[in-house]
């Protein structure tokens, strides 16, 4: 979720919101409780958390067995006992 910084008008009061994209933007500031508040552009943006992206579809270990297939030439045990 981005976090977006919001200062007041009124009272100079600033703060950081977490907010969903869709949410409408705040107005009324938690300090004066006026309806205030502007939105600063923020060079934070988006914080990343934790790690972020971990690879959890990791195939590379799991190995089929397959039994060999026989040659198709007849001169190999496999090909002799069919
Ligand atoms: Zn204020």
Redesign the pocket.
């Known amino acids: 979720m981005p976090i977006y910084e919001y200062q007041?008008?009124?009272?100079?009061?600033e703060f950081e919101t977490m907010q969903k994209m869709s949410d409408a933007p705040l107005e009324a500031?938690?300090?004066?409780?006026?309806n205030?508040?502007k939105k600063l552009i923020s060079a934070t943006g988006f914080r990343l958390k934790g790690g972020g992206w971990y690879e959890t579809d990791f195939k590379g270990d799991k190995k089929e067995e397959k039994p060999a297939p026989a040659c198709g030439t007849g001169a190999c045990p496999a090909c002799v006992s069919n």
Do not use: D, F, Q, V
Not at 29 to 34: I, K, Q
């Open positions: 007041c008008t009124a009272c100079e009061h500031c938690p300090s004066c409780g006026e205030t508040l």
